[in-house]
T-cell receptor
Framework: DAGITQSPRHKVTETGTPVTLRCHQTENHRYMYWYRQDPGHGLRLIHYSYGVKDTDKGEVSDGYSVSRSKTEDFLLTLESATSSQTSVYFC?????????????FGEGSRLTVL | AQSVTQLGSHVSVSEGALVLLRCNYSSSVPPYLFWYVQYPNQGLQLLLKYTSAATLVKGINGFEAEFKKSETSFHLTKPSAHMSDAAEYFCAVSEDTGNQFYFGTGTSLTVIP
């Protein structure tokens, strides 16, 4: 158990509204990631963070922003949600202290934008 | 840029039969390679990983994978499928311990009784 908690787990919202998803970890890992999962596309990286206030874009970052003001929290914000952002969002942390650094995933947040 | 190709988005096998899920990668440097499994409505769990220590890697639940540099492949196998193996499987590659992972599009495994 990598101590990753995502909230909310399920959310339904309307087009144009802001949405924030939260990822919380309890083990002080440096690297945190946000992915979205869609049928036929696998997992695609949205943004990742390599430390407090240090973030970078992934391959599908348009329409998303992130913030990391504390080591344990990584927030994903959709400023104005669109139907194309309906997806399952996964947070992941990269294991520290190992030479392989595998990812550990949260349980996912299912977002529906109507 | 790295990429991962999983051949076959859906694979069906009979219970007790061999499971073979294919993964090919592209990388300009020796990679780290991973297989993950996802059960319905859950996150991804690590099955096994290749870190250059040994080319044949054994993972959980009886799965194993072999790294073949000449073929740039990392196929996942299990000698005898069980009903509980039905899930989505993802291959992933990373070049270092700091930054990005690249995932394949996944293979859905169905086990027929």
């Amino acid at each position: 158990d990598a101590g990753i908690t995502q909230s909310p787990r399920h959310k339904v919202t309307e087009t144009g509204t802001p949405v924030t998803l939260r990822c919380h970890q309890t083990e002080n890992h440096r690297y945190m990631y946000w992915y979205r999962q869609d049928p036929g596309h696998g997992l695609r990286l949205i943004h990742y963070s390599y430390g407090v206030k240090d973030t970078d874009k992934g391959e599908v970052s348009d329409g998303y922003s992130v913030s990391r003001s504390k080591t344990e929290d990584f927030l994903l914000t959709l400023e104005s949600a669109t139907s194309s952002q309906t997806s399952v969002y996964f947070c992941a942390i990269r294991a520290s202290g190992t030479n392989t650094g595998e990812l550990f995933f949260g349980e996912g947040s299912r977002l529906t934008v109507l | 840029a790295q990429s991962v190709t999983q051949l076959g988005s859906h694979v069906s096998v009979s219970e007790g039969a061999l499971v073979l899920l294919r993964c090919n990668y592209s990388s300009s440097v020796p990679p780290y390679l991973f297989w993950y499994v996802q059960y319905p409505n859950q996150g991804l769990q690590l099955l096994l990983k290749y870190t250059s220590a040994a080319t044949l890697v054994k993972g959980i639940n009886g799965f194993e994978a072999e790294f073949k540099k000449s073929e740039t492949s990392f196929h996942l196998t299990k000698p005898s499928a069980h009903m509980s193996d039905a899930a989505e499987y993802f291959c992933a590659v990373s070049e270092d311990t700091g930054n990005q992972f690249y995932f394949g599009t996944g293979t859905s495994l169905t086990v027929i009784p």
